[in-house]
């Protein structure tokens, strides 16, 4: 019996081990997790704080892009360009954007040779590469870079090339255009004796990555109020910068050329783009209503011109009559006033 009643309580743990529920799986610590999911927390956390205007939708029905050069040197795109130095809190947009790719929170892509952006994971630069390539000090530590601030070439970026998308949103009946890329220009090889610097691009940014970050950048927009009531947002999408094009998206794929005739076709293009606005609010009369209104405007003319000499001669008339009666009236009383008088002679008687 005692045997019995051993392997029935044998037989009874073995099934109550059955029963347990297996072992739960381990949460993986916060700190193992990847740079890159981290960087995209931070992004969407950036994006709710400081929310920025709506994107350009991909199914518009009409979009012209082009892409334009910003000098910093001029003054409407001066807020861009300084401070030069970091000064506190105050720094200009390469210096700004410069800490946002070196940190990893924004990627930066490869400027190619035909100058097309490409947003694609194979086109992200490498920020070492980068640094190696045009000469910027750094220094690493435990797979970490930091730059100095003095070794930053903010003095030298004095150019950016920017990407615009002219569009019609057919949602909200909209006209828009809206910066979609950045592109920092290093200026180098200038001297004394006159030769001019030579352009480096550094990479593409996209401009929605770096939107949430531009919302929250001051800019002193005015000299005259010294306020910093804008941000860098604020400034691209007010369209306050002022840019010559250089190149437009087009199926040849070809540049503005380099040549006299580049300022023609520079505003060529700006007058299509300011048509196609100013077309979706005003209709443009047809030919034949333009004709008939002509006409009829230069046989109102023709009618006033006929009235007006009309009332021209008439006023002649009156005035040569008027100088006619007023000779013969002083004819009459000069020939009265003048003529010999007659005398009686009383004869002797």
């Not at 105050?90 to 040779?113: E, H, I, M, P, W």
């Not at 002219?166 to 809206?178: H, I, M, N, V």
Request: aromatic letters at 10%.
């Amino acid at each position: 019996m005692q045997r019995i009643f051993l392997i029935v309580i044998l037989v009874h743990v073995c099934l109550m081990a059955q029963a347990q529920p297996s072992k739960r799986r381990t949460v993986t610590p916060a700190k193992t997790q990847t740079k890159t999911a981290q960087a995209e927390r931070r992004s969407d956390r950036a994006a709710l704080m400081f929310p920025t205007s709506a994107g350009m939708p991909e199914d518009v029905v009409w979009r012209r892009d082009i892409y334009r050069q910003l000098d910093l040197t001029l003054d409407a795109n001066a807020p861009l360009y300084y401070p030069v130095t970091p000064s506190g809190k105050n720094q200009n947009l390469f210096t700004y954007l410069f800490r946002l790719v070196l940190s990893g929170r924004v990627n930066a892509y490869q400027y190619k040779l035909d100058g097309n952006e490409s947003f694609e994971a194979a086109d992200k630069a490498e920020v070492k590469d980068l640094m190696d390539r045009y000469y910027i000090a750094y220094e690493e530590k435990d797979g970490k870079l930091s730059v100095d601030a003095s070794d930053i070439p903010s003095p030298e970026v004095t150019r950016f090339y920017i990407k615009e998308s002219s569009y019609f949103d057919q949602r909200s009946a909209t006209y828009k255009s809206r910066v979609t890329a950045l592109c920092p220009v290093l200026m180098r090889g200038a001297d004394e004796f006159g030769s001019e610097a030579t352009p480096y691009p550094l990479f593409w940014i996209k401009y929605d990555d770096v939107a949430s970050y531009l919302s929250r950048m001051p800019l002193m927009a005015s000299n005259l109020n010294n306020v910093t009531n804008m941000t860098a947002d604020d400034y691209f999408t007010l369209n306050r910068y002022e840019g010559k094009i250089y190149k437009t998206n087009n199926m040849q794929g070809r540049i503005l050329p380099n040549d006299s005739t580049r300022v023609s076709e520079q505003a060529r293009i700006e007058k299509q783009l300011k048509d196609f606005e100013e077309g979706i609010w005003h209709r443009p009369a047809p030919k034949d209503t333009i004709a008939a209104d002509s006409l009829q405007a230069d046989k109102a003319d023709a009618k006033k011109s006929s009235k007006a000499s009309t009332r021209k001669k008439r006023s002649d008339n009156r005035r040569s009559a008027a100088s006619a009666a007023a000779a013969s009236k002083r004819q009459r009383s000069s020939s009265s006033g003048s003529g010999p008088r007659a005398s009686a002679r009383r004869q002797r008687r």
